[in-house]
């Protein structure tokens, strides 16, 4: 059965096969030829190639196009970086959040507890936001667990997507930071430099590639720690010269290094504000281990120092002036 009229591309063919599908009688949607039958007989609604290509490319470059000025950019969707887009989109609709996810899955390492083994601990009083998310637990006093670390991390990122102002490009690294001077004469940064991960991977291995760039009164990095593309902003805010050296992780200590990632979240330098494990790296805080409770207070924390940032800031067409 040929698609309908309705269905085809908009497209200027003047060709006997295309005409005769532009001149045939436009079907209802509900009246394909479809049916759910898992006995044999299971049948799709009709479809053409191109029409797959173009409902993609026609979304994707749309809303690429359309956040290449937002309100807030959050770099890294692992826990720190969703629960901050969650609160920060849930507190203020108002707001463009834009997500950038260097991995095709966004997640980061909260899809499994420690040593690869699936139970999430969280300490309290981060179980509010269990609660709050609908993330069933078991309480065992003084910490919770939920059943399965897959089950926070699939939740909040529904959540997060189905949030009307927010936007996720996954497979898509921060390749530098966009570093204005700003009217106090300040080092500010004011956007994000992009570029496709895979492409960011092999600029060793090709000619160059550029990249592209989402400008941004604040950016909040949830890169994580140290590793292939972790602690990206304050790594490359020791090599723009606006910090002087990394403070490094130090070792594991639970009870000192939960509170200080919470405390310590803040904006780090005009316009970019740091949560999660890159704090760690930034200030030379301990290492939690496999506990998330920081992870999602802090990300909170983020989301409100966001807030004060732009809510204090006079802005002109989506930039800092005063």
């Known amino acids: 059965m ?5 269905t085809l591309p908009n ?11 532009k001149n045939a009688v436009t079907l209802d949607k509900t009246s394909y030829d479809v049916c759910e039958d898992y006995e044999g007989n299971y049948r ?15 979304r994707y470059f749309e809303m690429m196009y359309e956040r290449t000025v937002s309100d807030v950019v959050i770099v890294g969707a692992g826990s720190a970086g969703l629960s ?65 670390a897959a089950l926070f991390t699939s939740t909040i990122i529904s959540r997060v997507l189905a949030l009307p102002n927010v936007v996720m490009m996954n497979a898509t690294a921060v390749e530098d930071l966009i570093i204005r001077t700003d009217f106090q004469g300040r080092q500010r940064v004011s956007g994000v430099v992009t570029n ?24 909040i990095s949830a890169t994580g720690h140290d590793g292939p593309m972790g602690a990206f902003s304050a790594k490359r805010l020791v090599s723009a010269g606006l910090l002087k050296e990394l403070g ?3 070792g594991l200590d639970m009870n000192r290094a939960e509170p200080a990632i919470v405390n310590g979240t803040r904006e780090v330098i005009p316009g970019l504000v740091m949560t999660g494990m890159e704090l760690s790296e930034h200030d030379g805080s301990n290492r939690m281990g496999p506990t998330f409770g920081a992870m999602m ?22 930039k800092i002036v005063g």
């Open 248 to 250: 490094n992780m130090r």
């Open 44 to 58: 799709f609604a009709p479809i053409e190639e191109a029409q797959v290509s173009r409902a993609m490319i026609k």
């Open 196 to 219: 496709w991960t895979l492409v960011a991977l092999n600029h060793d291995t090709q000619s160059c590639m550029d990249p592209n760039t989402i400008t941004a009164p604040v950016v």
């Open 84 to 148: 901050c887009a969650y609160h920060l989109a849930t507190s203020r609709p108002d707001l463009k959040v834009t997500i950038l996810e260097a991995n095709v899955a966004p997640g980061g390492g909260a899809w499994l507890g420690g040593q690869l083994m699936t139970p999430m601990v969280v300490r309290k009083p981060a179980d509010r936001f269990l609660r709050e998310l609908g993330v069933p637990y078991e309480d065992e006093g003084a910490f919770v667990v939920v059943k399965h």
């Open 11 to 21: 497209v200027v063919d003047n060709s006997p096969i295309y005409l005769a599908k």
């Open 297 to 318: 207070a802090s990300g909170i924390k983020a989301a409100k120092e966001a807030i004060r940032v732009l809510d204090s800031a006079q802005m002109v067409e989506g």
């Open 2 to 6: 040929s698609p309908p009229a309705a």
